[in-house]
């Protein structure tokens, strides 16, 4: 009778400085801790002041926000919109087009809904539009059409969004999205893109600006 794999307690995993590798924390959490309520709860776990320096309690809320991405629940997303706000937790803005990808279709309406809302900090928008570029590299053709012309959408109607503009240029590049190229050349013509990506980047993958 073959041996059953050892779990690790979320609180016990530790430090983890991968970015695309992440673990695979379906085969590695106990039963008990795959519970999407008691990960989220782990999101605001903060570690006490005085933990020794190589304590794996300051990697918990990483490691939660990582296996519910892997879970599929995209109520992940906006807390870790509000752990990017925070210096300590740069992971969190360094993980979000991953943790995207990885919820999948689930995300694209939320991630829209921040995007459109421009009531919303500069800062989620723009990851929202990274997210959304994240889900796409993988999605469907249909799927694909749908979040590139959300993402067209955004510089049609918000021409003074410019950093925000750049990054959902950026996540139609990452999409391989070059059909949208005349109309993303226009619109950076116009000035509707600014920030987000340089210009160079943008007509070497669309071709040169029209005349």
Request: proline letters at 9%; hydrophobic letters at 40%.
């Amino acid at each position: 009778m073959s041996a059953q794999p050892r779990t690790i307690p979320i609180r016990e995993l530790g430090e983890d400085f991968s970015i695309d590798d992440w673990k695979d924390y379906r085969s590695i959490l106990p039963a008990e801790e795959l519970d999407e309520a008691y990960l989220l709860a782990r999101l605001d776990d903060e570690s006490p002041g005085d933990v020794p320096e190589d304590s794996p309690l300051p990697w918990v809320p990483m490691h939660a926000w990582r296996a519910l991405a892997q879970l599929h629940a995209p109520s992940v997303i906006e807390p870790v919109m509000r752990r990017a706000d925070d210096p300590d937790y740069g992971q969190a803005y360094t993980d979000f087009t991953k943790l995207s990808a990885e919820i999948g279709e689930p995300a694209i309406a939320p991630l829209q809904a921040i995007l459109a809302d421009r009531s919303r900090p500069e800062p989620h928008r723009i990851l929202a539009a990274k997210g959304l570029g994240g889900i796409g590299r993988g999605a469907t053709d249909a799927t694909r059409a749908t979040i590139a012309e959300s993402l067209l959408d955004q510089i049609r109607h918000n021409p003074g969004d410019g950093w925000i503009n750049g990054t959902a240029v950026a996540a139609l590049i990452a999409m391989d999205e070059r059909v949208a190229g005349p109309e993303v050349l226009r619109m950076y013509k116009e000035g509707r893109i600014q920030g987000g990506i340089r210009g160079e980047e943008l007509t070497s993958y669309f071709g040169p600006l029209p005349e």
